[in-house]
């Protein structure tokens, strides 16, 4: 019984990995594809990433989803952290039921509702759709996904360390930036990183929000899928993987060597 149940859970395993990333691998290998088809393999090339870049509909786009999820993620991971530490440190002050509810709100709502309610609030106030409000709305997105990560460490924090650095003589401030973010930093990080690519996956809350001249990549591939697919278009979606792929690894590896170095730490001052 227990071989058979471990055959299939491996079978099980291996058939969902191969749902997941198998369609991934396929977009990968054909958009080295010398053939303009996308089902029928003509022989390695590279050369719609050479045309990729002189499409300069789908670099525009780039660089408008580029720069919108550089500032919607910086600010919504200062925001984000902000509220974390606003929930975990005053648990009990008025609104408090209220402003958690409204900054958590986004994770469940679903997103043509929170676009809808966007593009209905920036049309009351008069402001034109464009990149401003693409960038607002992925704030408004994204912070509440930083604010669950950070809370999440904050909520495991050891106090005694801000206790101990405060009785030494240093002020609130100064054991925030020296004590408490850098323990946080990890997760301020990971909040930044998910923020980012949520900014860079969104295609509903974009559509509802942009304007002439910011138009995201998410919604020129749609645009350009609609009427068929392009090998150009496997070869935007493979710089993508990539581009997030090595982010992750190097968030990986700084995360890494940084919790060898506080261990490192930890056993000289035990030493000590």
């Given at each position: 019984?227990?071989?058979?149940?471990?055959?299939?859970?491996?079978?099980?395993?291996?058939?969902?990995?191969?749902?997941?990333?198998l369609p991934i691998v396929l977009l990968i290998v054909f958009s080295f594809n010398e053939s303009k088809l996308v089902t029928v393999w003509g022989g390695f090339s590279t050369k719609w990433y050479v045309s990729l870049?002189?499409?300069?509909?789908?670099?525009?786009?780039?660089?408008?989803?580029?720069?919108?999820?550089?500032?919607?993620?910086?600010?919504?991971?200062?925001?984000?952290?902000l509220a974390a530490l606003t929930l975990t440190r005053y648990t009990r002050f008025k609104g408090r039921v209220l402003f958690s509810g409204m900054v958590f709100a986004p994770l469940v709502m679903p997103e043509v509702?929170?676009?809808?309610?966007?593009?209905?609030?920036?049309?009351?106030?008069?402001?034109?759709?464009?990149?401003?409000?693409?960038?607002?709305?992925?704030?408004?997105?994204?912070?509440?996904?930083?604010?669950?990560?950070?809370?999440?460490?904050?909520?495991?924090?050891?106090?005694?360390?801000?206790?101990?650095?405060?009785?030494?003589?240093?002020?609130?401030?100064?054991?925030?930036?020296?004590?408490?973010?850098?323990?946080?930093?990890?997760?301020?990080?990971?909040?930044?990183?998910?923020?980012?690519?949520?900014?860079?996956?969104?295609?509903?809350?974009?559509?509802?929000?942009?304007?002439?001249?910011?138009?995201?990549?998410?919604?020129?591939?749609?645009?350009?899928?609609?009427?068929?697919?392009?090998?150009?278009?496997?070869?935007?979606?493979?710089?993508?993987?990539?581009?997030?792929?090595?982010?992750?690894?190097?968030?990986?590896?700084?995360?890494?060597?940084?919790?060898?170095?506080?261990?490192?730490?930890?056993?000289?001052?035990?030493?000590?």
């Amino acid at each position: 019984m227990n071989a058979t149940w471990s055959r299939f859970n491996i079978t099980s395993i291996v058939l969902g990995f191969a749902f997941l990333y198998l369609p991934i691998v396929l977009l990968i290998v054909f958009s080295f594809n010398e053939s303009k088809l996308v089902t029928v393999w003509g022989g390695f090339s590279t050369k719609w990433y050479v045309s990729l870049f002189h499409n300069q509909g789908l670099m525009d786009a780039t660089w408008v989803t580029a720069r919108v999820g550089l500032i919607s993620a910086t600010v919504a991971t200062v925001l984000g952290t902000l509220a974390a530490l606003t929930l975990t440190r005053y648990t009990r002050f008025k609104g408090r039921v209220l402003f958690s509810g409204m900054v958590f709100a986004p994770l469940v709502m679903p997103e043509v509702i929170t676009g809808l309610s966007l593009l209905l609030l920036f049309v009351a106030v008069g402001l034109d759709r464009g990149f401003l409000t693409v960038t607002l709305a992925h704030i408004t997105l994204t912070m509440c996904f930083v604010a669950v990560v950070v809370q999440s460490r904050l909520m495991t924090f050891d106090r005694s360390l801000e206790e101990a650095a405060m009785d030494l003589g240093a002020t609130p401030v100064k054991t925030f930036f020296q004590i408490t973010l850098p323990v946080i930093m990890p997760a301020i990080v990971s909040g930044w990183m998910l923020a980012f690519t949520l900014s860079l996956d969104d295609l509903v809350i974009a559509s509802f929000t942009s304007g002439p001249g910011a138009t995201t990549l998410p919604m020129k591939i749609y645009s350009q899928v609609r009427l068929g697919v392009t090998p150009e278009i496997n070869a935007a979606c493979t710089i993508l993987i990539a581009v997030v792929a090595i982010g992750v690894i190097i968030a990986s590896l700084a995360n890494k060597r940084r919790e060898v170095q506080r261990q490192l730490d930890e056993q000289a001052a035990q030493r000590g």
